[in-house]
């Protein structure tokens, strides 16, 4: 369930100014002792503002376009309607004070302090200069006329200031106090999912880059929903803005909030539409230290101009939330670096040197005058499975130290070898098949498949008794797919009639790191693993 408003502010105010109509409308009706000539006129108009109050609500209650447009004829229609009404109505049916506190409120809550103050000035100073043309009138009442107007300069002081802080007093539109998640992984997702719930939005877009980077970073969720993920440039928008592509709508709002009503082909660039195709939402740029981008909230509940109103925050949280997060990810990685060259350094003065004095050992033993017949070729192959392993360990030792991606070529090729090796260890068949063309992965993730072909292999020739395993990589939309496939015996019974089974623990839990997925079936003589793992700028 998504949060966003409550209800939009537009049918608040449409709702209100309904009500009281009818209130007042029904108050006049009964009352027939009202002392005042312009009983008749009184009803009559307030039966003319009635039907223009049905008008409106109606009008405005599902459409922010129509809702903005009308704000302002509508305010001074009911500013109008509050200055007739208060010279031709008295005693309990008079709108006096529930209809000054309306319009002021309807002021403060759709524009800000500044209009609220200047809908006020003009009540009263209309109201004032009424009542000095009536000072020498009989019906004029002195001590009334010193009162209320004292009581709207209070009253007015009171919602000016309403006015100007009623937005910072609802923390619900704000991303504070939701957690984006520890620094890197799904971090801007969850900065994207806060703004969602913020918004009331069930799809959102988030795009962003650095200045020092020409590629965009994207987020779509919920994952997998139906539109673009694609963008080839930042679009530019010059402030947070509502559209409606299909009926080729723009609201934004200008200097001292006054409304921008434009045409979605004009207003918008060419590469916004492509994110968003026929829908309508929220558009918020955003920019923060080294981070710059445009969020887009779409399928919002009840999407209003209060939307726009809630934009800035919004806009600011969503900066200093990423912002946070590439600090956090640069400092992550510098301290990886450091790490990373501190293992390379031992693994190279301890395992490999115990490495190459075992092949040096072994090459002694191969010269012999005993190393002949079965042992001498066990030897040799021992060698060379020591040597294989040891150049293995030394271009793993290179990537550490440099921290920079791995080709898929080399990639292939290791596992290539990978495989010659493990079919010598286990005494098995264990053919490859991999990767061709451009492209690289993160040297994590050559670190990953290593393991992963190893430890799959093994449980394939130790608990599977297979005699042939066939290993294959193959590009996936967003990353990389590993296959191992066996002729062993398979797992003991399966899951449900499909013949799935749970990932053995050894390699379900190194995929789960990875951010992976990892499905196994398995019959008697044939059982097949096929892991995913995703690869950051794969096509």
Same mark, same amino acid.
């Given at each position: 369930? =998504?949060?966003?408003?409550?209800?939009?502010?537009? @049918?608040?105010?449409?709702?209100?100014?309904?009500?009281?109509?009818?209130?007042?409308?029904?108050?006049?009706?009964?009352?027939?002792?009202?002392?005042?000539?312009?009983?008749?006129?009184?009803?009559?108009?307030?039966?003319?503002?009635?039907?223009?109050?049905? *008008?409106?609500?109606?009008?405005?209650?599902?459409?922010?376009?129509?809702?903005?447009?009308?704000?302002?004829?509508?305010?001074?229609?009911?500013?109008?309607?509050?200055?007739?009404?208060?010279?031709?109505?008295?005693?309990?049916?008079?709108?006096?004070?529930?209809?000054?506190?309306?319009?002021?409120?309807?002021?403060?809550?759709?524009?800000?302090? @500044?209009?609220?103050?200047?809908?006020?000035?003009?009540?009263?100073?209309?109201?004032?200069?009424? #009542?000095?043309?009536?000072?020498?009138?009989?019906?004029?009442?002195?001590? @009334? /006329?010193?009162?209320?107007?004292?009581?709207?300069?209070?009253?007015?002081?009171?919602?000016?200031?309403?006015?100007?802080?009623?937005?910072?007093?609802?923390?619900?539109?704000?991303?504070?106090?939701?957690?984006?998640?520890?620094?890197?992984?799904?971090?801007?997702?969850?900065?994207?999912?806060?703004?969602?719930?913020?918004?009331?939005?069930?799809?959102?877009?988030?795009?962003?880059?650095?200045?020092?980077?020409?590629?965009?970073?994207?987020?779509?969720?919920?994952?997998?929903?139906? !539109?673009?993920?694609?963008?080839?440039?930042?679009?530019?928008?010059?402030?947070?803005?509502? /559209?409606?592509?299909?009926?080729?709508?723009?609201?934004?709002?200008?200097?001292?909030?006054?409304?921008?009503?434009?045409?979605?082909?004009?207003?918008?660039?060419?590469?916004?539409?492509?994110?968003?195709?026929?829908?309508? #939402?929220?558009?918020?740029?955003?920019?923060?230290?080294?981070?710059?981008?445009?969020?887009? /909230?779409?399928?919002?509940?009840?999407?209003?101009?209060?939307?726009?109103?809630?934009?800035?925050?919004?806009?600011?949280?969503?900066?200093?939330?990423?912002?946070?997060?590439?600090?956090?990810?640069?400092?992550?990685?510098?301290?990886?670096?450091?790490?990373?060259?501190?293992?390379?350094?031992?693994?190279?003065?301890?395992?490999?040197? /115990?490495?190459?004095?075992?092949?040096? =050992?072994?090459?002694?033993?191969?010269?012999?005058? =005993?190393?002949?017949?079965?042992?001498?070729?066990?030897?040799?192959?021992?060698?060379?499975?020591?040597?294989?392993?040891?150049?293995?360990?030394?271009?793993?030792?290179?990537?550490?130290?440099?921290?920079?991606?791995?080709?898929?070529?080399?990639?292939?090729?290791?596992?290539?070898?990978?495989?010659?090796?493990?079919?010598?260890?286990?005494?098995?068949?264990?053919?490859?098949?991999?990767?061709?063309?451009? !492209?690289?992965?993160?040297?994590?993730?050559?670190?990953?498949?290593?393991?992963?072909?190893?430890?799959?292999?093994?449980?394939?020739?130790?608990?599977? =008794?297979?005699?042939?395993?066939?290993?294959?990589?193959?590009?996936?939309?967003?990353?990389?797919?590993?296959?191992?496939?066996?002729?062993?015996?398979?797992?003991?019974?399966?899951?449900?009639?499909? !013949?799935?089974?749970?990932?053995?623990?050894?390699?379900?839990?190194?995929?789960?790191?990875?951010?992976?997925?990892? !499905?196994?079936?398995?019959?008697? *003589?044939?059982?097949?693993?096929?892991? @995913?793992?995703?690869?950051?700028?794969?096509?």
């Amino acid at each position: 369930m =998504q949060a966003g408003p409550l209800q939009p502010s537009g @049918r608040v105010i449409a709702g209100g100014r309904l009500l009281l109509a009818c209130l007042f409308l029904v108050a006049v009706w009964t009352e027939s002792g009202q002392p005042t000539p312009a009983h008749g006129a009184a009803y009559a108009l307030l039966v003319a503002y009635a039907v223009w109050s049905i *008008g409106v609500t109606l009008f405005v209650w599902n459409d922010w376009w129509n809702d903005a447009r009308l704000a302002a004829p509508a305010h001074v229609i009911d500013v109008a309607v509050f200055m007739i009404m208060l010279y031709t109505t008295e005693g309990y049916a008079s709108p006096y004070y529930t209809f000054f506190i309306f319009i002021l409120l309807a002021a403060a809550i759709r524009w800000g302090w @500044r209009e609220t103050a200047i809908t006020a000035a003009a009540i009263i100073a209309v109201y004032f200069a009424v #009542g000095l043309l009536l000072g020498d009138s009989p019906r004029f009442e002195a001590e @009334r /006329f010193i009162l209320r107007t004292g009581q709207l300069f209070i009253i007015s002081a009171i919602l000016v200031w309403f006015g100007a802080n009623h937005w910072v007093a609802w923390p619900r539109f704000r991303l504070a106090g939701h957690d984006a998640g520890a620094p890197g992984g799904n971090s801007f997702d969850a900065a994207l999912q806060a703004g969602m719930t913020a918004t009331g939005a069930s799809r959102g877009l988030l795009v962003w880059r650095e200045p020092a980077d020409p590629d965009m970073a994207v987020i779509q969720l919920p994952k997998g929903s139906a !539109g673009t993920a694609r963008v080839a440039a930042l679009p530019d928008l010059p402030a947070a803005l509502l /559209f409606d592509i299909r009926k080729d709508r723009v609201l934004m709002r200008a200097d001292a909030s006054r409304w921008r009503f434009l045409r979605a082909s004009e207003a918008l660039p060419p590469d916004f539409s492509p994110l968003v195709g026929d829908g309508a #939402g929220l558009a918020i740029p955003f920019a923060g230290g080294t981070i710059e981008g445009l969020v887009i /909230f779409e399928e919002v509940n009840m999407l209003s101009t209060d939307h726009l109103d809630i934009a800035p925050q919004l806009s600011r949280d969503l900066a200093a939330r990423l912002q946070e997060t590439a600090l956090f990810a640069s400092a992550e990685e510098r301290s990886m670096a450091k790490a990373r060259v501190a293992v390379a350094r031992d693994l190279h003065d301890s395992v490999v040197q /115990f490495l190459a004095g075992l092949g040096f =050992q072994l090459e002694a033993l191969t010269r012999s005058p =005993q190393a002949t017949g079965s042992l001498g070729k066990t030897l040799t192959e021992l060698k060379e499975a020591v040597m294989t392993e040891q150049r293995h360990l030394r271009a793993f030792i290179r990537g550490l130290k440099t921290g920079g991606p791995v080709s898929l070529r080399t990639l292939s090729r290791d596992c290539d070898s990978l495989c010659d090796l493990l079919a010598r260890q286990w005494s098995i068949e264990c053919g490859f098949s991999g990767l061709s063309g451009p !492209g690289s992965v993160p040297m994590s993730t050559q670190l990953d498949v290593h393991h992963l072909v190893r430890e799959a292999v093994a449980n394939a020739a130790r608990h599977g =008794q297979a005699g042939k395993v066939r290993v294959s990589l193959s590009r996936e939309d967003g990353g990389i797919r590993l296959t191992v496939e066996d002729d062993g015996s398979g797992f003991a019974a399966a899951t449900d009639a499909g !013949g799935e089974f749970a990932a053995p623990a050894s390699l379900g839990g190194r995929v789960r790191e990875a951010g992976g997925e990892i !499905g196994v079936i398995s019959a008697p *003589g044939e059982t097949k693993v096929v892991i @995913r793992l995703p690869v950051e700028g794969s096509p």
